[in-house]
């Protein structure tokens, strides 16, 4: 994918006192163990310290983009209800989750996965309502998001978001029509759950080198919603579909990221070594290109049918070495 007229690095947005940094609030160059803090987009009514960029984002946006923001939600005040009286019982656990995902798919959902709410999943501060997630994800308009990082592809992001948001809201409800507690989550803006660390769990893909998940199936082009609920429901565990293969050597995201906010190696971040974005970097550009989101496009994975023939290529290359050598008898 080709970027056209990328906007340069200078600001329009700055601030009288600089916040306190964001890698900081992330926990980068941390060693030690612990949740994550809300530092951004917040839909929980914490007064955090970068606010005033996420108001400016919501000041400069597209009226499309606020049309489909505000549709959202207005549709999310579903996000939670009341169940039904009688119980649908689940005694086998894999066929009940079978059933679920056909229901997500059935719904609109591209990509679905299941897994335990861990504290690792959780910001600071908050508790999650129900222990079991269903983790969903929503490919995007391909044809729409070349146009990062321009409003037309903002446009597309937030109806997206709207889309896996309502997916979300239906597979909540059904659940709780068959008897069992269920909240959806399909806010962008943080909630008490992180989507990626949930997904990855789910198996819906893997953590790029930008700092996003890859799916075999759609790359980065895609967007996340979730359900948490107290269905039991057998677990999906975490693919390996060769991403670490790729980003170990490929640049192109660190390249194409216009103010380096990307890094060659995985950092520390808040006791686990792994991709990183520089926050401090990232945001500013991300405001003034409305989402920006060149990184995840031009990604290799992100293009269309692409994915399923690298994973193959990338994970029949390991088999040579991997293969033990016979034991004596
Ligand atoms: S979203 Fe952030 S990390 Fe990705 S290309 Fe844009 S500025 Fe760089
Ligand atoms: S562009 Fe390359 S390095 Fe970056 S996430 Fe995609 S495969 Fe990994």
Same mark, same amino acid.
Request: include cysteine; charged fraction near 10%.
């Given at each position: 994918m080709k970027l056209y007229d990328t906007p340069s690095t200078e600001y329009a947005f700055g601030y009288h006192e600089t916040p306190r940094s964001g890698n900081g609030i992330n926990g980068h160059g941390e060693k030690t163990k612990r949740r994550a803090s809300h530092v951004f987009?917040?839909?929980? =009514?914490e007064k955090l310290a970068w606010r005033a960029l996420d108001d400016f984002f919501s000041y400069i946006n597209d009226w499309q983009v606020v049309r489909y923001i505000l549709a959202n939600t207005w549709q999310l005040r579903r996000q939670d209800g009341p169940v039904a009286r009688k119980r649908e019982p689940v005694e086998d656990t894999a066929a009940a989750a079978a059933a679920i995902k056909d229901k997500a798919r059935e719904l609109g959902a591209g990509l679905v996965g299941i897994t335990l709410v861990t504290e690792d999943a959780l910001f600071e501060g908050h508790k999650a309502p129900h222990p079991n997630a269903i983790c969903i994800g929503l490919p995007m308009d391909r044809e729409e998001m070349t146009?990062?990082?321009?409003k037309r592809a903002a446009i597309e992001v937030m109806r997206a978001y709207h889309e896996v948001s309502r997916i979300a809201l239906e597979l909540a409800e059904h659940i709780r029509d068959l008897g069992w507690p269920a909240k959806a989550y399909g806010n962008p803006n943080s909630t008490e759950i992180l989507h990626i660390p949930l997904a990855i769990r789910a198996g819906l893909g893997e953590l790029g080198k930008h700092g996003s998940m890859i799916s075999k199936e759609y790359g980065s082009n895609f967007r996340l919603a979730a359900v948490l609920t107290d269905m039991p429901l057998a677990f999906d565990g975490p693919v390996d579909h060769g991403v670490e293969d790729i980003c170990l050597n490929c640049r192109r995201c660190v390249i194409d990221c216009p103010p380096d906010a990307l890094f060659d190696n995985k950092q520390w971040v808040r006791g686990v070594e792994r991709w990183y974005v520089d926050f401090d970097k990232c945001l500013p550009y991300f405001v003034k290109t409305y989402g920006c989101a060149i990184c995840i496009e031009v990604?290799?994975?992100?293009?269309?049918?692409? =994915?399923p023939a690298l994973s193959e290529t990338l994970l029949a290359k390991r088999k040579p070495a991997s293969r033990q050598p016979n034991k004596p008898s």
């Open positions: 987009h917040n839909a929980t =009514g146009h990062v990082p321009h990604c290799p994975w992100s293009e269309p049918g692409r =994915g």
